[in-house]
């Protein structure tokens, strides 16, 4: 069993940055940690993800040169750096431990956190 909290959400405005941080208890990530979002009335898509060990990241092309994943595995935590933020990428996004599968696909990850919301205003 794992445990995942996230934090770092807020309301912004566009072009402004924000970081999110997702700590994981229990045990490691595992394979790779994601991040995903959740518009309202939307599916929830992946934003992005990293492979633990090699630290390979994996972007949504909507976020690619704005958004950074990185990880610090001596506090079993990760990080995504949003810049230049806009109203679009306002969502409850979400950090998941990876199990198996495409990186992509939210149904690889087994544990999820509750969430965090990020709000951009235009």
């Known amino acids: 069993q794992v445990q995942l909290v996230e934090s770092g959400g807020g309301l912004v405005q566009a072009g402004d940055s924000l970081r999110l941080s997702c700590t994981a208890s229990?045990?490691?990530?595992?394979?790779?940690a994601g991040w995903f979002r959740q518009a309202p009335g939307k599916e929830r898509e992946f934003v992005s993800a990293?492979?633990?060990?090699?630290?390979?990241?994996y972007y949504a092309d909507s976020v690619k040169a704005r958004f950074t994943i990185s990880r610090d595995a001596a506090k079993n935590t990760v990080f995504l750096q949003m810049n230049n933020l806009k109203p679009e990428d306002t969502a409850v996004y979400y950090c998941?431990?990876?199990?198996?599968?495409?990186?992509?696909?939210?149904?690889?990850?087994?544990?999820w956190g509750q969430g965090t919301q990020v709000t951009v205003s235009s």
């Open positions: 998941a431990a990876h199990s198996s599968g495409s990186y992509v696909d939210s149904s690889s990850y087994t544990y």
């Open positions: 990293i492979r633990w060990r090699m630290g390979s990241a």
């Open positions: 229990g045990r490691t990530f595992g394979s790779a």
